[in-house]
């Protein structure tokens, strides 16, 4: 019996081990707040492969992100796109749901203030984060101030 259980496991693929928090980030090699957005996201438990470049933005276009949603990083799990300054929230959120079926990710587009990797003392603004389309449109999944949600839009 220890034999065949064995055989089965060691048939398995290896990404049904990966740990589902696993994501590449693409970024800039001289962007400091894009290693603080890391940090921030590896403290909520996320497994960050950073890649840098100076064709950071070549993942954007192959992802097809609008330049309206675009941030200084990008990162990929699950198949998703979590482009900027993104709250864990948001990004768990995502995950969980994997909704609606036509979702390519989500994203802060620009870098605002207070947001996770951008926090600059108390200043925080209110910031959208939003929920990308394959067609290239977006919604509003809610409005954040820092990484706390302060008004949920989208509707499941």
């Not at 097809?64 to 979590?82: A, D, F, L, N």
């Not at 209110?126 to 101030?145: A, C, H, M």
């Amino acid at each position: 019996m220890k034999k065949c259980l064995l055989i089965f496991f060691l048939t398995l693929p290896l990404s049904l081990f990966a740990n589902e928090k696993t994501m590449t980030l693409h970024s800039s090699p001289t962007c400091g707040c894009c290693g603080l957005w890391v940090d921030y996201m590896e403290k909520k438990g996320y497994d960050i492969k950073t890649l840098k470049s100076n064709d950071f933005y070549k993942i954007k276009e192959e992802y097809h992100i609008e330049p309206e949603y675009q941030s200084c990083h990008t990162g990929i799990i699950q198949g998703y796109v979590v482009e900027g300054h993104v709250p864990e929230s948001a990004v768990k959120w995502l995950l969980e749901n994997k909704q609606p079926e036509n979702v390519l990710g989500i994203a802060v587009p620009g870098m605002p203030i207070g947001s996770p990797g951008m926090e600059r003392g108390n200043h925080k603004e209110e910031y959208p984060v939003l929920i990308l389309f394959k067609d290239g449109n977006s919604k509003v999944y809610g409005y954040f101030k820092g990484e706390e949600l302060i008004k949920k839009e989208f509707q499941e």
